[in-house]
């Protein structure tokens, strides 16, 4: 943060901590109890995916890693808007499994100088109306935020709020201009 940032006021956000991803299974249970979203036992990692050998080598090694329990496959896309999806599936009550998959991922590829390219990791919970709704962590913020998406490209904004308040044990993103839409991600 330089001199003239601190005479404007002007605040640099804290440096992600992947860690913090270890808080969303309690925040899973307040989602549930709150508001009777269950995890779907679906989660995923979002990140623009670069050109070169290194991080192919790095992508493949994530994939091995992640594919060597016993547990499903990690399943790769990419979306309509370029950004590749690493997918981890587990039985819908191991929260505490998929976050640490989803941590795995981040790091590895965070450790391997990735780290920038990284966008967001993404865990689901549906609820028996069939309501949608992710807890995205954006990696650049190291911050949460609810997303809801209804049919279309359309969003449940009421329930997004309601989820707010929900997880405050998480640190949750301020700004709601960064709660970015992830439309077409894996599990919503």
Do not use: I
């Not at 808080?23 to 779907?40: F, V």
């Not at 016993?70 to 950004?83: A, I, K, L, N, Q």
């Amino acid at each position: 943060m330089g001199l003239l940032d601190r005479l404007l006021g002007r605040a640099q956000p804290p440096p992600p901590s992947l860690d913090e991803l270890f808080a969303l299974p309690d925040a899973a249970l307040t989602l549930e109890a709150a508001l009777g979203l269950r995890p779907t036992g679906v989660g995923s990692v979002c990140f623009r995916a670069a050109e070169g050998a290194a991080f192919a080598q790095t992508e493949s090694d994530v994939q091995a890693l992640l594919d060597a329990d016993e547990g499903p496959d990690v399943e790769r896309s990419v979306d309509g808007y370029g950004f590749t999806w690493l997918t981890c599936r587990h039985d819908p009550g191991d929260v505490p499994g998929l976050v640490t998959d989803l941590h795995a991922v981040n790091s590895t590829l965070e450790s391997q100088g990735f780290g920038p390219a990284l966008l967001c990791s993404v865990v689901a919970f549906a609820g028996p109306d069939g309501r949608r709704l992710a807890v995205v962590y954006l990696y650049k913020r190291g911050t949460f935020y609810p997303f809801a998406p209804l049919g279309g490209e359309q969003r449940d904004n009421p329930l997004e709020l309601q989820a707010r308040g929900a997880l405050g044990d998480l640190r949750v993103e301020q700004d709601l201009s960064r709660w970015f839409a992830v439309w077409g991600a894996p599990g919503l």
